[in-house]
């Protein structure tokens, strides 16, 4: 979906040199495309007719794995228990619909988005003792199509010790046979896992992609520029925004809660019917105001700090430069921390209304405080 030369260039030379090591631990946030590369490797792997070191898109393996059917190409993924199964004989197997809906709709989801789409929120997710028994017996199978076989472990930082069981397949693997791991976290990596595999590091999309992924919209010039500065490198991030059906106007609704905050104590009911417009958003378009509000105190503080040029469009950099008056240093920490709160408050279900009133009492006050040197 999006063009990555500089990887799609390294995966096919060790195709081409047929050099593609056995066991790869695919690292880097799920958001960069991290699992998307890990299945870029695999289509190639299971194509038919591959044209130098690219699958050819057309073949039958191709149609097949593009609609995640091949019968050689294997996921794993972490779960919860299903329905009247017990836990420990649940398996990604039976959770095999959902995530073929998941990667249909994207290659970007991360863990938190797979979460929800299992309804496992509040629940721990897992790779259990049967899940490792599982991949070693289907590895272990000739192959349906009789040549490549891989299976894709999304989310290995949550195989615990069970993980060790995999050892042996990692370190020899039966022929043309390829075990994928893609992660987030190296460090939750298991330690004798970690030795065994290749590393694969996948890094942030740059601007130049999220702005060529956007040109497929029609989205105007101004919210096209924000929508790169918010994303960072985070395809998903901005397939969010773009979903983002409220119009929420990011930089205009931020100046308008600090104003009305400012002025809590004189007229309150500003206040409080900007926080019933805000409960009635949805949960993507909160986290989405709360994560760019994060993501301009960043770039503020930066502007009080050095001259560096700052990922912020012409506007927001004229919003900072008022601001300067009444917010310095000292109250922009504050203010991060108290959005902080309010992102973790929100993301464990907490009353957003209770939450957002109890936070512009606080922007009220902060910002009255006089100002402290630092
Ligand atoms: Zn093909």
């Known amino acids: 979906m999006i063009d990555r030369p500089e990887i799609s260039l390294r995966l096919s030379q060790l195709v081409k040199a047929d050099r593609v090591p056995h066991a790869l631990l695919f690292i880097g946030n799920m958001g960069w495309g991290t699992l998307d590369v890990a299945l870029e490797l695999a289509e190639v792997l299971l194509c038919q007719n591959p044209q130098n070191g690219k699958k050819c898109t057309t073949c039958n393996a191709c149609l097949k794995s593009n609609r995640q059917l091949h019968p050689d190409l294997h996921f794993a993924f972490p779960v919860i228990k299903k329905d009247n199964k017990k836990r420990e004989d649940t ?109 694969f590091p996948v890094s942030p999309l740059s601007d130049q992609m999220i702005n060529g992924y956007l040109s497929n919209y029609n989205i105007e010039d101004n919210r096209k520029e924000e929508i790169v500065f918010l994303s960072n490198g985070n395809l998903r991030t901005a397939q969010n925004l773009v979903n983002d059906q409220s119009r929420f106007d990011l930089s205009n609704q931020l100046l308008t809660w600090l104003r009305i905050n400012y002025l809590f104590d004189k007229k309150p009911a500003d206040v409080f019917s900007w926080v019933d417009g805000f409960a009635k958003l949805g949960k993507t378009s909160q986290n989405s105001f709360l994560e760019y509000f994060l993501h301009f105190l960043r770039e503020y503080q930066l502007s009080l700090l050095t001259d560096m040029p700052l990922r912020l469009s012409v506007s927001e950099q004229e919003s900072a430069q008022k601001m300067k008056k009444i917010i310095d240093l000292h109250k922009v920490e504050k203010l991060s921390e108290i959005i902080n709160n309010l992102h973790y408050n929100l993301s464990r279900n907490a009353n957003t209304k209770i939450e957002l009133a109890h936070t512009s009492m606080e922007i009220c006050n902060l910002l009255h405080r006089k100002a402290v040197s630092v």
Request: with cysteine; glycine share 4%; charged share 30%.
């Open 91 to 199: 398996t990604s197997k039976d959770f095999l619909i959902e995530w073929r809906e998941i990667l249909e709709s994207s290659r970007y989801f991360n863990g938190k988005e797979w979460a929800e789409k299992i309804s496992a929120e509040n629940k721990q997710l897992n790779i259990n003792t049967t899940e490792c028994n599982e991949i070693i017996k289907k590895l272990g199978l000739k192959s349906f199509e009789g040549s490549n076989k891989v299976m894709i472990i999304y989310l290995a930082e949550y195989l615990g010790k069970e993980g060790n069981r995999l050892l042996k397949l990692i370190e020899e693997p039966p022929e043309d046979t390829f075990l994928f791991l893609v992660a987030e976290s190296q460090e939750m990596i298991l330690n004798t896992i970690l030795s065994r595999c290749q590393l």
